[in-house]
């Protein structure tokens, strides 16, 4: 890549994705420099830690380097010395930087940083996983924050660009003017140290540096600017403005796009679908798994899920199950007494994976939640039982689908599960034609819903090892994996209606 680009950021869902890295273990090298952006080592700031994170809860972290660090015998004076302070300042000096995706999340201002710092070369991001597509990006600029940081601004002369600038500020805080150019003056982050100081001085917890969420405003989209009775709101996408690389076997280009807000992406692979030939599939298209009805129906679905566990044990066959996180423990412990009733001794981990067995135990059984990532501790094991299926709200899902919409222009949503028990997702008769349409909603209801069984599952690699894999959602799992085979509910389950299904 370093023949092409001038510059590679690799960004991780997780540490521990991170520490697995041949470059990070040590276990090899490359011809560039490279670095781990690491996060502030709150261990080491003892004393100090608590206001470093008052500091940070007012953005104020450019000040608290200059002057809490400062005072900490570890910046310099120790053994092993924290060059954590400096560690922004030495992105430059090197041509390859490695950090979590939550980095970027907290620090927007990082790429457009980076990329003045090496002169505009060409930089390449390379987003694994993309769980930071997930975050919120509303902002909030509370009517206090913008006036105090105005009367700051205008009590500096040094700093101040002069009359044009403080006037767009205070057009800002009236919350007018939303909807034209905003352009920031060059200057604002290479004086946040000089505003920073003077703000904490004058105002101290009154104070907040909006100078990082104002970089933000002004490249918002203008028609994703609002006001209401607090002061000013906006989303604020990461618009990474470079070349940028999302690493994801489940991430849509069209959710991706939505979620940067740039439109279609090219997606070369996604037509393609890879899974093992010898892996089977089913999905039990049930209502009994939801979450709403699992506790009055978790004697039919564990018995038959014990069955499964025996049957694998008596053929040596390891077993993961994945549950929703509340209903982890109450179903081990079923599972576990009604497996003893029958002579069967076994172990069912909920928590401390990495206490298992090296290599998969039939009679040791880990139990998963949806949402588990970054863990690789399952790769050999041969079957996945889903115990209850993953839904969200019709709340949640209008929040999601319209962050970017101001409160007083949203929809109703709705799912709808009818006739078919596949899940839909639908505006509400008469909404606003300029509001959210279902072809969004069903975009993040997908990536909501279905992402966080897949890639659970997913946990077994069933995708390039052969795997037995049950799921239990009302969905249409087929642009996802290979058709297996899919099972209506049986006659003896229950719904919330009461209603027995054929």
């Known amino acids: 890549l370093f023949d092409t680009f001038d510059f590679v950021v690799y960004a991780a869902p997780t540490w521990n994705i991170l520490r697995e890295r041949r470059i990070v273990r040590g276990h090899s090298t490359i011809a560039v420099p490279w670095m781990l952006m690491l996060p502030r080592p709150k261990e080491w700031c003892g004393d100090f830690n608590d206001t ?128 034209g150019m905003l352009d920031l003056p ?14 904490v001085s004058t105002f101290g ?16 989209q203008p028609s994703e600017r609002w006001a209401d009775a607090d002061g000013v709101r906006f989303i604020g996408r990461p618009f990474l403005n470079c070349h940028v690389l999302l690493l994801s076997a489940h991430l849509s280009a069209d959710y991706a796009g939505e979620r ?63 549950s929703r996180k509340k209903s982890k423990e109450f179903s081990a412990q079923y599972l576990a007494n009604r497996l003893a009733g029958w002579g069967m001794k076994v172990r069912f981990v909920c928590e401390d994976y990495a206490a298992l067995p090296e290599h998969p135990d039939p009679r040791t059984i880990p139990l998963i939640h ?43 949503l709705k799912i709808d599960s009818q006739p078919d028990l596949i899940r839909r997702a639908k505006v509400a008769e008469g909404a606003d034609p300029g509001g959210v349409q279902a072809h969004t909603a069903s975009i993040y209801l997908h990536k909501l819903e279905l992402d966080p069984v897949i890639q659970a599952a997913g946990r077994v690699r069933f995708t390039t090892n052969p795997r037995v894999v049950v799921f239990f959602q009302m969905a249409d799992l087929e642009p996802l994996v290979q058709p297996g085979r899919s099972r209506e509910p049986h006659r003896r389950s229950r719904d919330g209606g009461g209603r027995r299904h054929a």
């Open 52 to 179: 470093w994170e008052y500091y940070e809860r007012r953005s104020c972290s450019t000040y608290a380097k200059a002057t809490v660090c400062r005072e900490c015998q570890r910046l310099a004076k120790a053994s092993r010395p924290c060059d954590w302070p400096t560690q922004f300042s030495r992105i430059k000096d090197h041509r390859l930087l490695l950090l979590t995706e939550q980095q970027l999340v907290l620090n927007r201002a990082l790429i457009p940083t980076l990329r003045a710092s090496i002169s505009g070369g060409r930089i390449l991001v390379i987003i694994d996983e993309a769980r930071m597509l997930d975050a919120n990006f509303e902002v909030k600029l509370s009517h206090d924050d913008l006036t105090t940081f105005v009367t700051v601004l205008e009590s500096l002369p040094d700093v101040s660009a002069g009359p044009a600038w403080i006037e767009t500020m205070q057009s800002i805080c009236k919350r007018h003017g939303l909807q």
């Open 186 to 199: 060059p200057w604002l982050h290479r004086k946040a140290f000089e505003i920073q100081r003077e703000g």
């Open 205 to 220: 917890d009154a104070f907040r540096y909006v100078g990082y969420d104002l970089g933000l405003l002004a490249t918002s």
């Open 260 to 322: 940067l807000g740039t439109g279609p992406l090219a997606s070369p692979f996604e037509g393609f679908r890879f899974q093992h030939s010898g892996t089977r599939i089913f999905n039990l298209r049930n209502r009994a798994g939801a979450d709403r009805y699992y506790f009055r129906n978790h004697r039919q679905i564990l018995d038959t899920v014990a069955v499964l566990i025996a049957r694998n044990i008596e053929a040596g066959v390891s077993t993961l199950l994945i």
């Open 370 to 412: 949806y949402g588990i990532l970054g863990v690789n501790s399952f790769t050999e094991y041969q079957t996945a039982y889903c115990i209850n299926g993953y839904y969200i709200s019709s709340r949640e899902l209008g929040r999601a689908a319209q962050e970017s919409t101001p409160r007083e222009s949203r929809v109703a």
